[in-house]
């Protein structure tokens, strides 16, 4: 019988440095940055995937290593790369720069807005430009990635999805951040797009969804859809052993809404140490 990652050996490297993307505590984060990440700490974190790079992020990075938390990768200021010419926007060889100086070492695009994704030439063209910020990064030992949620998923002219096409436009030097709720919310198997996307996947979100919800789903879910690691539909076990056989770097537990999320993370890393 083949155990899951986590009944492995105690070096294991999921085990060792399961992370945690703060937007999962975005309101305990406004209220109280340090006593948040110490609380993240006393969970049993290893590391934290901050958002908002490189302006919101800053004080989470600082109290994370002030916790002696590691910080190797973050959400950023997005229409760096997909909007580079909007007024306002900060120059992607800024962020670049801010993240080299902070240690980063992968930076992911975490959402598109609705007007960059109507059609699939929308889709091509954002595949080329994540594909010219992904050499860029290179360039600077950086390695860029892409977010998921569910909408890319809905079939569109020929029948491909929006994702269809990212997966056959991107370079080699662009990756998925592969977010396992949205997957499944989008009606495709997280083991299966796993093992199709191996050595293309840099980084997983691990995050559950409720039981019983009609799927696909392409738009908004309720609240109560987010649900702790072990109380939804998703068998994270599965997942973390296709994440090794595929290369993933690194696993980010996220769950975007909880009545509680300081007991929801202590609940998940619970789960994960029981595999």
């Given amino acids: 019988m083949t155990l899951p990652a986590f009944a492995l050996e105690k070096d294991n490297p999921y085990r060792k440095n399961i992370g945690i993307q703060l937007y999962t505590l975005r309101d305990q984060l406004k209220a109280d940055t340090a006593g948040t990440i110490k609380a993240v700490a006393e969970a049993g974190y290893q590391q934290v995937e901050p958002y908002g790079f490189p302006h919101d992020a800053a004080d989470m990075i600082r109290a994370a290593k002030d916790n002696g938390l590691a910080v190797n990768s973050s959400h950023f200021a ?16 800024k962020i670049l720069d801010g993240a080299k100086e902070v240690g980063l070492s992968h930076l992911v695009i975490p959402y598109l807005h609705a007007h960059n994704r109507k059609t699939p030439d929308d889709y091509k063209r954002l595949a080329a430009r994540f594909n010219t910020a992904a050499e860029e990064a290179k360039g600077a030992g950086i390695q860029l990635a892409y977010h998921n949620h569910n909408f890319e998923f809905e079939p569109m002219g020929g029948g491909k999805s929006g994702y269809d096409i990212l997966v056959s436009e991107l370079s080699p030097d662009m990756k998925f951040e592969l977010d396992v709720f949205w997957v499944k919310a989008g009606g495709v198997d997280p ?22 919800l009609e799927l696909p789903n392409y738009g908004g879910l309720p609240e109560d859809s987010f649900k702790e690691l072990g109380n939804g539909s998703i068998p994270m076990g599965p997942i973390i052993e296709a994440a090794a056989s595929a290369g993933v770097a690194h696993c980010h537990v996220e769950q975007d809404q909880s009545p509680d999320p300081i007991k929801s993370i202590a609940e998940s890393m619970q789960y994960l140490r029981s595999l």
Avoid: C, M, N, Y
């Fill in 78 to 93: 997005w229409e760096s790369v997909t909007d580079p010419t909007k007024e306002g926007v900060i120059p992607f060889g």
């Fill in 191 to 212: 083991v299966a797009l796993i093992k199709k996307l191996s050595g293309r996947v840099s980084q997983l979100h691990l995050k559950d969804l409720k039981k019983g």
